[in-house]
């Protein structure tokens, strides 16, 4: 693996894989051990220009190149990434401290990510529309929007590049991607590297390994792309927001969420507390849809508590690489800092420790608190890592009102014997996306995917992802002569 890391330890800029010539070193360490797999040098300011320069050029061709041999590129990356699965499986082990299943259920969805792009670059249609002027004829073209710059996050860098990527250039746009500074592999060159093995044109894609500590807001506001494609915390997301809408850019912001899983008086427990461990604890709850807060009906909450409770305390805790392994490191030291934080406050509060994790180095084991006073802070913010709050409520009214308690609106599920009351509770919850008897992580690569509120601008998956990185362009024929006024 290290000669594989050696090689993409690098900015890709222009088709050509250089070192950066900015003033610091991204060092790339496994969040586990500590051990340091890489060390970039970021990309400057001019690095910057020279990637989006390079993607603006080569675009114009790409766009006027045939959709069919546009599919070819991806049918062959979606290849390239089966036949790499196994050595990109070690990677997301080795630099995101994710287990094997999260390896797994991310790539999983990179494929079916990138079986939707290899339709959608067949995807773009034209339309007429009828004119009251005698002898117009109205043509509506889908056009790509030209350059599009994509950030992504740490927790599932993969995918979430993929995600945007893939689409973008499927619909015939040049990209511009920077990773997360603690994913600058698995997250940014490692796809800049697949495309380039795929056959995509050099400087189509290109990979800028920076922070805004170097760059401040260049890529954002530099005069190329028309879209940036965010997904990370609400507090970037507004000024990213900010600075595109400054510069008169479409921004399509996936963000944080406090997802709820509820369980009304008629679930089976049994399979809710599994919904809900999962829901909370995939990829040490390191997930925008994960379930912060775990609600439950009085009537059943002693039953599911000590059945929830239970089931937390047995997932191992330890070294990702072992497959028996369900939580491992968070991504910093600073994330594991703050969740223990977190804990202290809420015990601060008036909250009760039904579990109490100890943290060690960045592993940090699950705590499960209750009791924490309904107007805390806590109850609405988005908490990213290993920790649930048990929220009992009386009724269904009380619920909906707790659930909806909260600047965030991304995912959620409700567990009931009675799939109907499921959907009719799923309809007053102010989310994007709601699942009844089922788990609050989910993605697929032809349903919208997006968040309300502080949880996001815009959709991504499927149609709605022509929307995001195509725009229309009417192209108006007069068969016969118009009249004018003088």
Excluded at 34 to 62: C, F, M, P
Excluded at 89 to 116: D, P, S
Excluded at 188 to 216: M, S
């Amino acid at each position: 693996m290290a000669a594989f890391l050696s090689d993409l330890a690098q900015q890709y800029i222009d088709g050509e894989w250089r070192p950066g010539t900015g003033s610091w070193d991204v060092i790339d360490f496994n969040p586990y051990d500590d051990e340091k797999l890489a060390s970039i040098t970021v990309a400057s300011v001019d690095e910057v220009d020279q990637a989006y320069r390079a993607a603006e050029r080569v675009q114009k061709e790409w766009a006027r190149t045939s959709p069919y041999a546009r599919r070819a590129v991806f049918e062959r990356a979606l290849a390239l990434l089966e036949e790499r699965e196994e050595e990109i499986a070690e990677l997301i082990v080795a630099e995101l401290g994710g287990t094997r299943v999260k390896a797994g259920f991310e790539l999983h969805l990179a494929k079916e990510f990138l079986r939707e792009s290899v339709h959608l670059a067949l995807a773009t249609e034209g339309r007429i529309l009828p004119s009251p002027l005698e002898g117009k004829e109205n043509r509506l073209y889908r056009v790509p929007v030209g350059v599009v710059g994509v950030i992504s996050p740490f927790n599932f860098p993969f995918l979430l590049s993929l995600k945007s990527v893939a689409p973008a250039l499927a619909l015939g746009n040049g990209v511009v991607l920077k990773p997360h500074q603690n994913t600058p592999i698995v997250g940014g060159t490692l796809i800049g590297k697949l495309f380039e093995d795929a056959g995509l044109p050099g400087g189509l894609l290109n990979v800028v390994v920076t922070d805004i500590a170097e760059i401040g807001d260049a890529f954002l506001e530099h005069p190329v792309p028309r879209v940036i494609s965010f997904t990370g915390s609400d507090g970037t997301g507004r000024h990213v927001a900010t600075v595109c809408a400054a510069n008169f850019k479409r921004a399509v912001l996936e963000l944080g969420g406090n997802s709820a899983l509820v369980v009304l008086d008629d679930a089976d427990l049994d399979y809710a507390v599994d919904a809900a461990v999962f829901s909370r604890f995939v990829h040490q709850g390191q997930v925008c849809m994960a379930a912060n807060r775990v609600l439950v009906d009085r009537s059943v909450a002693e039953e599911f508590t000590e059945k929830f409770v239970a089931k937390v305390r047995s997932l191992p805790v330890g070294d990702p690489r072992d497959p028996a392994t369900v939580i491992g490191p968070v991504i910093s030291s600073t994330q594991a800092n703050a969740l223990s934080g977190v804990v202290e406050q809420a015990l601060a509060e008036g909250a009760t420790a039904l579990v109490r994790g100890p943290v060690e180095g960045n592993l940090v084991a699950p705590s499960v608190l209750t009791d924490v006073p309904e107007g805390s802070e806590l109850l609405r913010q988005e908490v990213f890592g290993p920790v649930v709050f048990l929220v009992p409520f009386d009724g269904e009214e009380e619920a909906v009102r707790i659930v909806n308690d909260t600047p965030y609106g991304l995912s959620g599920a409700v567990h009931t014997g009675d799939i109907e009351r499921g959907v009719a509770f799923a309809q007053r919850i102010d989310t994007g996306m709601f699942h009844v008897n089922d788990g609050t992580v989910h993605d697929e690569p032809i349903v919208p995917f997006g968040g309300e509120k502080h949880s996001g601008i815009g959709r991504l998956n499927g149609e709605t992802t022509l929307e995001a990185f195509t725009t229309t362009k009417w192209i108006s024929v007069q068969h016969g002569r118009s009249g004018f006024p003088f």
